[in-house]
C-alpha cells in the first residue's frame, strides 16, 4: 500500500460546480497535513495545511478523519482558474513528507 | 511568495558529464530538500538537510549528492550524467521543526535533458 493515495482524476467539471478530493494515508503517527496545487510544468505551492478541527480558506473547505486516516479538500463554485493537480501531502518521519501522485482537476467553462 | 532560486531553469547535457544543480534561499530556514518528479508522476524526496554540515538521503535511490556549507545554498551534484536521470528537479526550503505551520516552499525547478 503506498503512503499517500489519491483519487486517480482527472475530474472534469463545468464552472460553479462543487468538487471534492479524497486522499488516504498509510501511517497513523502522521502528524503533518497539506494540499498543495501545482499547475502544469510548475512547482507545487501551497493551498492550504489542515487541522484537526477542519478548516475554510474562501471557497476551499479542508477535512481530516485521523481514525479513517483520510484528508479532503472541498472546493466551491469552481473557476476556471482552478483547473490544476491537487496534491495530498502527509509527514511520514521526522523531518520528510510524502506527495501523493496527485488528482487533476479540469475546470471547463 | 517563497524566496528560493534554482538554477538553470532548463539544462540539456550529453551522457557522462558532471553537472551542479544549484538551489539558494533567503528565508533562513533550517531545512532543506531535493525532490525527483517525472512528468506526471509524484515527487519523489532525494536528499534533504537539517542544517549547515548535515545531509541525508531521501527514500528514492539517488545517483547524486549534496552539501550543505552554507544554511542558504544546497546544491545537488551529478558526477556522471546518464539520460536515465532526466527528469525535473525541485528544491525546497521549511523551518524546523516540520508541523502544520511549516510547509514546503518549492523553487521554480531544474528540468535536466541528458542526451
Known amino acids: 500500500r503506498k503512503e499517500v493515495e489519491q483519487d486517480p482524476g482527472p475530474f472534469n467539471v463545468p464552472e460553479g460546480a462543487t468538487v471534492a478530493f479524497n486522499c488516504t494515508y498509510s501511517?497513523?503517527?502522521?502528524?503533518?497535513f497539506f494540499w498543495y496545487r501545482q499547475d502544469c510544468r510548475k512547482e507545487p505551492k501551497l493551498l492550504m495545511s489542515?487541522?484537526?478541527s477542519g478548516n475554510e480558506d474562501g471557497r476551499f473547505t479542508a477535512q481530516l478523519n485521523r481514525a479513517s486516516q483520510y484528508i479532503s479538500l472541498l472546493i466551491r463554485d469552481s473557476k476556471l482558474s482552478d483547473s490544476a493537480t491537487y496534491l495530498c501531502v502527509v509527514n511520514t518521519g521526522y523531518s520528510t513528507l510524502t506527495f501523493g501522485k496527485g488528482t487533476m482537476l479540469l475546470v471547463s467553462p | 511568495e517563497a524566496d528560493i532560486y534554482q538554477t538553470p531553469r532548463y539544462l540539456v547535457i550529453g551522457t557522462g558529464k558532471k553537472i551542479t544543480l544549484e538551489c539558494s534561499q533567503t528565508?533562513?530556514?533550517?531545512?532543506m530538500y531535493w525532490y525527483q518528479q517525472d512528468p506526471g508522476m509524484e515527487l519523489h524526496l532525494i536528499h534533504y538537510s537539517y542544517g549547515v554540515n548535515s545531509t541525508e538521503k531521501g527514500d528514492l535511490s539517488s545517483e547524486s549528492t549534496v552539501s550543505r556549507i552554507r544554511t542558504e545554498h544546497f546544491p545537488l551534484t551529478l558526477e556522471s550524467a546518464r539520460p536515465s536521470h532526466t527528469s525535473q528537479y525541485l528544491c525546497?526550503?521549511?523551518?524546523?521543526?516540520?508541523?502544520?505551520?511549516?510547509?514546503?516552499?518549492f523553487g521554480n525547478g531544474t528540468r535536466l535533458t541528458v542526451t
Open positions: 528565508m533562513g530556514h533550517d531545512k
Open positions: 501511517n497513523s503517527a502522521s502528524q503533518s
Open positions: 525546497a526550503s521549511s523551518e524546523a521543526p516540520q508541523g502544520p505551520n511549516s510547509p514546503l516552499h
Open positions: 489542515v487541522y484537526s
